[in-house]
Each structure stands twice: as C-alpha cells, then as structure tokens.
C-alpha cells in the first residue's frame, strides 16, 4: 500500500513564496515520475510540474520561471517551491506520483491535496 502525504500550504500575500512538500510511503520499488497539480473549484484538476527519477523538470507556462520543482529521491520526497505568487495561483495543490511497488504492479497515486491561498 502506497501513501502520499503533503503538507506546506496556507495562506500568503501577493509576491511571497511558499514550499509544498509531498512524502510517498508503503511498499514502493521505485518511483517514476513525480508532479504536482493544482484545482479550483469547478474546474479540471491541471498540471502545474512535473519531475522524472533522472531530474528533468516540466513546467506549465503560467508558472515557469516562479515555481520550481525538485526531488530528494532517498526520501521519496518531491517539492514546489513557489515564489512570486499571484492571486491566480490560488487552488488545492495535489502531489502525484508514478510508482511501482514490490509486486511489480505499478499505479499513479495522489495525496490528499493542500490548500494556497494567494491575496492580493
């Protein structure tokens, strides 16, 4: 059983920064690539970053060059440091994670999700 626990959300002012952090624990073999998403409510949840077991990064256009995400592969732990934060950029964060367990089997689990609120 695989588990993905968030924690790093909360409320900032215009311009500041805020760091999400996302843990996976259970029966984990590896773990592929690592991501976080964001939803408002009443729409689709949308891809903000994502980071592969190797390091390489992608970013949605909205958040490139404010928001970066890293990896700390023997903690099996990814982040979102988020600076420059704009009202937008308020949602729940959902961290995702591609892993494949010791019976081989692999799936893509999601965390409970944290809320960032941004005012302006």
């Known amino acids: 059983q695989v588990q993905l626990v968030e924690s790093g959300g909360g409320l900032v002012q215009a311009g500041g920064s805020l760091r999400l952090s996302c843990a996976a624990s259970?029966?984990?073999?590896?773990?592929?690539?690592m991501g976080w998403y964001r939803q408002v409510p009443g729409e689709q949840r949308d891809l903000v970053a994502t980071i592969s077991s190797g390091g390489s990064t992608n970013y949605e256009n909205s958040v490139k060059g404010r928001f970066t995400i890293s990896r700390d592969n023997a903690k099996n732990t990814v982040y979102l440091q988020m600076n420059s934060l704009k009202p937008e950029d308020t949602a729940v964060y959902y961290c995702?994670?591609?892993?494949?367990?010791?019976?081989?089997?692999?799936?893509?689990?999601w965390g409970q999700g944290t809320q960032v609120t941004v005012s302006s």
């Open positions: 259970g029966s984990i073999r590896n773990i592929l690539v």
């Open positions: 995702n994670a591609h892993i494949i367990d010791w019976g081989f089997s692999d799936g893509r689990y």
